[in-house]
């Protein structure tokens, strides 16, 4: 322990012994699902088993909601597990000769909660994780998904509120272990319990843990979110990691938008919004209200016509027809939307106000090497039509004819 308190690796002190866990401090907060990663041989798995007293740390102490984990007598540690803390295993640990039911409530009938009780609590449960159809069958007679449903629900019955998962969907089937991480998400949410998560997959860490704490070699080498790792990895090693994470599914919008700057209040009028255009060199505005919030766009064409009509505001021209996102939506949500519009992306809050946009540009250099779901690479839109000095002059001089001009058609020919 001095050795590795003075800065020497696992392999310096090997002679003396495995140091599995090396000075892994980190605190996890009520309601967040804490996802500890890793390679085999990393330590992960005896953080976990420390974490509910399986295992005694040779050095420093477990806390648990204030109670002390390492120093407990035997009898603290029961209590420990039975009221704070309960465990979901990789290869579900079920009991093979009951059935469902009593599988689910076994945590209570050690607790020594009466029948009746604990059955009603296990059915409850059976129904959240959809095997309320089978609570009478017997372990045997699930698939491996069942099974681990089973071993979720058992923990959701104990009614603790830390749950601990050592790689809980390891052992599924891909498309199930996907079912199973989704399902847990929506549990969370709906019972805000505080899940320790263990996995050496990093596309399930990003997927799940609020915060992910990457170790190597017994140590923790970073802690924090899914973009934090992804966007600025703390070494080598975490860089190498998550090189090949789908980043389509780890980043948000608020995670890759640029700063809105075609932006323009509704009370500016038509000629202000032209030389908006010039400016920035673009064919549309947004145009926002009190508070920013967003109130639509305006098209160069349209707007030109309403100079050309000497109309002063902007009103019947604002268009509600543009694509919007919310700033915590993942990019593989923002495909569709990006495909199927010209005009970048806004990102508004749940208040409509306008945050930032994605151009589709911006989205693609996001995702790197990342294709859609079809393969195919999204489409690049083509640059925006440029309203020159010399078109913007002409267009303020017009009258009110509405036949074109020739400065006018020329524009029109830009833009087909």
């Given at each position: 322990?001095?050795?590795?308190?003075?800065?020497?690796?696992?392999?310096?002190?090997?002679?003396?012994?495995?140091?599995?866990?090396?000075?892994?401090?980190?605190?996890?907060?009520?309601?967040?699902?804490?996802?500890?990663?890793?390679?085999?041989?990393?330590?992960?798995?005896?953080?976990?088993?420390?974490?509910?007293?399986?295992?005694?740390?040779?050095?420093?102490?477990?806390?648990?909601?204030?109670?002390?984990?390492?120093?407990?007598?035997?009898?603290?540690?029961?209590?420990?597990?039975?009221?704070?803390?309960?465990?979901?295993?990789?290869?579900?640990?079920?009991l093979?000769?009951?059935?469902?039911l009593?599988?689910?409530?076994?945590?209570?009938?050690?607790?020594?909660?009466?029948?009746?009780?604990?059955?009603?609590?296990?059915?409850?449960?059976?129904?959240?994780?959809?095997?309320?159809?089978?609570?009478?069958?017997?372990?045997?007679?699930?698939?491996?998904?069942?099974?681990?449903r089973?071993?979720?629900?058992?923990?959701?019955?104990a009614?603790?509120?830390?749950?601990?998962?050592?790689?809980?969907?390891?052992?599924?089937?891909?498309?199930?272990?996907?079912?199973?991480?989704?399902?847990?998400?929506?549990?969370q949410?709906?019972?805000?319990?505080?899940?320790?998560?263990?996995t050496?997959?990093l596309?399930?860490?990003?997927?799940?843990?609020?915060?992910?704490?990457?170790?190597?070699?017994?140590?923790?080498?970073?802690?924090?979110?899914?973009?934090?790792?992804?966007?600025?990895?703390?070494?080598?090693?975490?860089?190498?990691?998550?090189?090949?994470?789908?980043?389509?599914r780890?980043?948000?919008?608020?995670?890759?938008?640029?700063?809105?700057?075609?932006?323009?209040?509704?009370?500016?009028?038509?000629?202000?919004?032209?030389?908006?255009?010039?400016?920035?060199?673009?064919?549309?505005?947004?145009?926002?209200?009190?508070?920013?919030?967003?109130?639509?766009?305006?098209?160069?064409?349209?707007?030109?016509?309403?100079v050309?009509?000497?109309?002063?505001?902007?009103?019947?021209?604002?268009?509600?027809?543009?694509?919007?996102?919310?700033?915590?939506?993942?990019?593989?949500?923002?495909?569709?939307?990006?495909?199927?519009?010209?005009?970048?992306?806004?990102?508004?809050?749940?208040?409509?106000?306008?945050?930032?946009?994605?151009?589709?540009?911006?989205?693609?250099?996001?995702?790197?090497?990342?294709?859609?779901?079809?393969?195919?690479?999204?489409?690049?839109?083509?640059?925006?039509?440029?309203?020159?000095?010399?078109?913007?002059?002409?267009t303020?001089?017009?009258?009110?004819?509405?036949?074109?001009?020739?400065?006018?058609?020329s524009?029109?020919?830009?833009?087909?």
């Open positions: 322990m001095k050795r590795l308190k003075a800065g020497a690796t696992r392999a310096e002190v090997a002679h003396s012994g495995t140091a599995a866990v090396i000075d892994a401090s980190f605190t996890v907060k009520p309601g967040e699902i804490f996802v500890i990663m890793g390679l085999s041989g990393s330590g992960k798995s005896t953080v976990i088993r420390m974490l509910n007293g399986l295992l005694e740390p040779t050095a420093g102490d477990v806390l648990v909601q204030g109670r002390s984990v390492g120093t407990a007598s035997a009898k603290e540690l029961r209590d420990i597990r039975r009221s704070s803390i309960s465990m979901v295993f990789q290869h579900f640990a079920l093979p000769h009951r059935t469902v009593d599988n689910a409530a076994y945590a209570l009938e050690i607790q020594g909660v009466p029948a009746d009780e604990r059955n009603a609590r296990a059915r409850e449960i059976l129904e959240k994780v959809s095997l309320g159809d089978r609570a009478d069958a017997m372990p045997s007679e699930l698939s491996g998904g069942m099974q681990q089973v071993g979720l629900a058992r923990a959701l019955t009614g603790t509120d830390i749950l601990l998962m050592d790689e809980a969907f390891s052992a599924l089937d891909p498309l199930i272990r996907r079912e199973m991480q989704e399902q847990l998400i929506e549990l949410q709906e019972l805000g319990k505080t899940i320790i998560f263990i050496h997959d596309n399930e860490a990003m997927f799940l843990g609020d915060r992910i704490a990457v170790m190597r070699d017994g140590r923790i080498v970073q802690q924090g979110t899914a973009e934090e790792i992804l966007t600025d990895p703390a070494d080598d090693y975490v860089a190498q990691f998550v090189a090949d994470v789908d980043r389509a780890v980043l948000s919008a608020s995670n890759v938008m640029d700063k809105a700057r075609a932006v323009m209040s509704a009370s500016a009028g038509p000629r202000a919004a032209l030389r908006t255009m010039r400016d920035m060199q673009t064919s549309i505005v947004y145009v926002v209200g009190g508070g920013r919030k967003l109130l639509g766009v305006v098209h160069d064409r349209d707007v030109m016509r309403l050309k009509k000497g109309i002063t505001t902007l009103e019947s021209v604002i268009r509600t027809d543009y694509p919007v996102v919310a700033p915590d939506q993942v990019l593989s949500d923002l495909f569709e939307s990006a495909v199927e519009s010209n005009l970048p992306l806004a990102v508004v809050d749940d208040q409509q106000r306008l945050l930032g946009v994605v151009p589709r540009v911006t989205l693609l250099a996001a995702l790197g090497n990342i294709t859609s779901d079809t393969g195919e690479m999204p489409v690049v839109e083509l640059p925006p039509t440029t309203i020159s000095m010399d078109m913007f002059d002409e303020l001089h017009e009258g009110t004819d509405d036949t074109a001009t020739p400065g006018l058609a524009t029109e020919e830009v833009a087909r």
